[in-house]
C-alpha cells in the first residue's frame, strides 16, 4: 500500500491520498478527487498516474501546458518508487509507503491530562484571531467533501493546519469488541518529508474514547527518566467525536516540543496545549454534525427535515425511486445568507460551539420557514439555505409559498434584533427568489447524492441574493415571480416594487430587479407613497434624466436604503448619464 503526497508552496496546500493499485488516475488543477486548484502552472488534466504495486508510472497528457521535473529534468514519461517524487510548477509529488500502525507497547506517560468538552468550552484562545481564521473556513472545508475518504483528508489538513505544535494528525476508530483489529487508522498525515512509521499509542485511544473526553500523554518532559520518550513524540492526544454516526471514531495529535540547547523540552505543561485541544475539540464536534447530517439525509426516516409533509406524503404514497428521479419542472428557487457571522465569531471567541448553535438556530429558522410554505430544503452551503417549490408535485403557486417564506425569514430575524439577549440578535439576512425551468431530483453520483434542484434559475436566484447587498434590500426577486405574485397574493398580504434593471456580473441578460415587502400593517413606515416616490425617480434614472431623478429620490425617506445606490451612482457622475446609457445597471462583481 503506497499514498500520494501533494504539496504546495504554503503549509495549507497539501493532501495525501491512497493509491489504488492498478487504476490509472489523473492528477491535475480541476480533477477531483487529485486536484490541486492551488498552482495555476498545472494544468486542469496533466499527469497520468498508475501505481502497480511496485512503482508510480506517470505520463504526462497533451493537453499539459508546463513540463514535469524529475531530478530535475523535464520528462513526459517516467517511474518513480516510494521516497522519491516529482514536481509541477510550485507543487511536489512524493510517493511514500509510510504506515500507520496502532502500537500497544508505548510507554506509560510521565504525565496524563483529561479535559472535558465543558472546560475546553469554557476556555479563552490566547491567539483567538488566528483560530478564528481557520475555523471559519472548517464548516466549508469539510462540507465540500463529497465521501468520507475526502472527508478524513481535508480534516487531518485542517488539524495539521490549526494546531501549529503537532507532528502528526489521524483520525483512528475503535472497533467493536473481538475484532482482530481493535484500533484502525483511517487516514493520517504528518508534516514535511517521509519520516518512516507512524504508530499512535492504542492505550491512549482507547482510554479516550472509552471516558468520552479529550486525554493528552506526555513522555519526554522535564525530569522523566529517558526511557519516557515515545517515538520520537514528546506529547500526543485524543479527542472523541460525537455523535452516533461516529462512535468509536477519536482525533488523534502527536508532536514535540521546543528545545533548548541541551535538548530538553522548553515547555512541558500540559496549559500549553490547552488552545490546541480546545481547536481539536471544535473539529471533532464539526467532524460529528456533518456525519450525523449525512447519515439522516441518507435514510427515509431523516426526509422531514429535508422534505414539506406534502413530499413526504408522495414518497409514501409512490415508489421514491421514481418519485424522486430528476425532472424538468417549472420551480421558484429561493437563496438565503446569514450575515453577521464573521462579526460575532470575532466576538465569541471563547465560545465557538455556542456559536455554531446559534447559527445552527438561524439555519433552522430558514427551513422551518421553507418547509412550512410546502418548500424542499435542497442544499446548506456554509451559513446559507437553499430551498425551491414546484416538485415533486406541481404547485400552481409556488411564487406565493416561496415569497410567504422569504417574509416568514425576514419577521423572525426582525423580531429577534429587537431583543439583544435573542441567540439571533446581531445576524442579518438576505434573500433571492427566480422562477423558471430546471431539472429538480435526486441529483448527484453514485457516492454522494441529494435532492436538489439544477438550472440557470438556480444561479439567478443566488445573484439576487448577492444582490442584496449592493442594494441594501432584505428580499430581492425577479420580474417572474414579481408578476404571479401580484396575481397569487391576498389583500395587503405583499407588496412589491421594481428596484432597477441590472445587468449581474459575468452574465449577457438584464434582468429586472424587484423588492418583495410585507403587507402595510407590518412594515407601516413604507408607505405606498414612498414606493411610488421611489418608482418614479427610477423611470427618470433609467431614461437619462439623472437631474430629475435625484431630486425625486431625495422625497423617498431616509430609512429607505435602496435608493442609496442610485444616488451614489448620480453623484458620482455629476447628475449626468453617461455616454451610452441604456438603463441598465451593469455590476462589476457577483
Known amino acids: 500500500m503506497a499514498d500520494l ?10 493532501w495525501r491520498r491512497a493509491l489504488p493499485v492498478g487504476r490509472t488516475v489523473v492528477l491535475g488543477r480541476m480533477s477531483p478527487p487529485w486536484s490541486t486548484p492551488w498552482d495555476d502552472r498545472i494544468s486542469r488534466e496533466h499527469l497520468q498516474v498508475t501505481w502497480d504495486g511496485r512503482e508510480l508510472r506517470c505520463r504526462q497528457l497533451a493537453s499539459a501546458r508546463n513540463p514535469t521535473f524529475v531530478r530535475g529534468n523535464p520528462v513526459q514519461e517516467f517511474a518513480i518508487r516510494p521516497g522519491e517524487h516529482f514536481v509541477i510548477g510550485g507543487t511536489s509529488f512524493s510517493v511514500s509507503d509510510e504506515q500507520a500502525n496502532v502500537s500497544v507497547g508505548f510507554p506509560a506517560p510521565a504525565q496524563e491530562r483529561s479535559f472535558t468538552a465543558q472546560y475546553l468550552k469554557r476556555l479563552r484562545y490566547r491567539d483567538a484571531d488566528e483560530r478564528i481564521e481557520i475555523l471559519s473556513r472548517l464548516p466549508e472545508v469539510i462540507a465540500g467533501a463529497a465521501t468520507d475518504a475526502e472527508l478524513f483528508v481535508r480534516l487531518v489538513n485542517v488539524l495539521l493546519l490549526g494546531v501549529r505544535e503537532a507532528d502528526a494528525a489521524a ?28 504508530q499512535p499509542s492504542e492505550r491512549l485511544i482507547q482510554e479516550s474514547i472509552r471516558r468520552r473526553e479529550s486525554l493528552l500523554h506526555l513522555w519526554n518532559v522535564s525530569g522523566a527518566p529517558a526511557f519516557t520518550q515515545a517515538e520520537n513524540y514528546d506529547w500526543a492526544c485524543c479527542t472523541p467525536v460525537p455523535g452516533e454516526p461516529c462512535r468509536g471514531w477519536g482525533l488523534y495529535l502527536a508532536g514535540k516540543f521546543a528545545r533548548d540547547e541541551s535538548g530538553s523540552p522548553e515547555q512541558s505543561d500540559p496549559a500549553d496545549l490547552r488552545d490546541d485541544l480546545k481547536f481539536t475539540e471544535m473539529a471533532a ?70 456559536l455554531l448553535e446559534r447559527v445552527s438556530q438561524a439555519l433552522g429558522v430558514m427551513t422551518h420557514q421553507i418547509l412550512d410554505q410546502g418548500g424542499v430544503v435542497g442544499d446548506f452551503q456554509g451559513d446559507a439555505a437553499m430551498g425551491f417549490w414546484g416538485w415533486p408535485m406541481p404547485q400552481p403557486d409556488s411564487a406565493r409559498r416561496s415569497c410567504l417564506s422569504a417574509l416568514g425569514i425576514w419577521s423572525a430575524f426582525s423580531a429577534a434584533a429587537r431583543l439583544p439577549d435573542h441567540p439571533l440578535a446581531g445576524f442579518q439576512m438576505g434573500i433571492g427568489i427566480a422562477r423558471g425551468r430546471a431539472v429538480a431530483g435526486k441529483i448527484g453520483t453514485a457516492d454522494h447524492v441529494k435532492v436538489t ?38 389583500p395587503g398580504e405583499t407588496r412589491v416594487r421594481r428596484v432597477a ?28 407613497q414612498a414606493i411610488l416616490d421611489y418608482e418614479q425617480a427610477l423611470v427618470a434614472f433609467e431614461s437619462g434624466d439623472w437631474a430629475g431623478a435625484f431630486e425625486l429620490l ?19 457622475h455629476n447628475r449626468s448619464a453617461p455616454g451610452g446609457w441604456d438603463g441598465v445597471i451593469a455590476l462589476s462583481a457577483k
Not at 438550472?455 to 430581492?476: C, D, H, Q, W, Y
Not at 431625495?554 to 458620482?572: F, G, S, T, W, Y
Open 285 to 354: 464536534a464539526t467532524l460529528g454534525s456533518l456525519r450525523e447530517l449525512r447519515l439522516l439525509s441518507r435514510q427515509h426516516a431523516g426526509l422531514s427535515q429535508f422534505f414539506s409533509p406534502v413530499v413526504l406524503e408522495a414518497l409514501a404514497e409512490e415508489n421514491p425511486e421514481r418519485v424522486l428521479a430528476p425532472r424538468e419542472t417549472d420551480v421558484s428557487v429561493l437563496f438565503c445568507d446569514l450575515r453577521g457571522f464573521s462579526l460575532r465569531s470575532e466576538r465569541a471567541a471563547g465560545d465557538l460551539l455556542g
Open 171 to 198: 483520525i483512528v476508530a475503535v472497533a467493536d469488541a473481538g475484532s482482530t483489529a481493535p484500533v484502525r487508522v483511517l487516514h493520517w498525515d504528518r508534516r514535511g518529508k517521509l519520516g518512516g512509521a507512524f
Open 453 to 490: 434542484v439544477f438550472g440557470p434559475v438556480v444561479n439567478l436566484a443566488s445573484r439576487l441574493e448577492g444582490m442584496t447587498k449592493i442594494f441594501r434590500a432584505p428580499i430581492l426577486i425577479d420580474e417572474p415571480t414579481a408578476t404571479l405574485l401580484r396575481q397569487q397574493a391576498g
Open 554 to 572: 431625495h422625497k423617498v425617506p431616509a430609512a429607505d436604503r435602496v435608493k442609496d445606490h442610485l444616488i451614489a451612482m448620480i453623484a458620482q
Open 501 to 528: 434593471k441590472v445587468r449581474p456580473f459575468g452574465l449577457g441578460q438584464a434582468v429586472q430587479v424587484f423588492e418583495l415587502l410585507p403587507g402595510p400593517r407590518e412594515l407601516p413606515e413604507f408607505t405606498d
Open 5 to 14: 503526497i501533494a504539496q504546495g508552496a504554503d503549509p495549507s496546500q497539501r
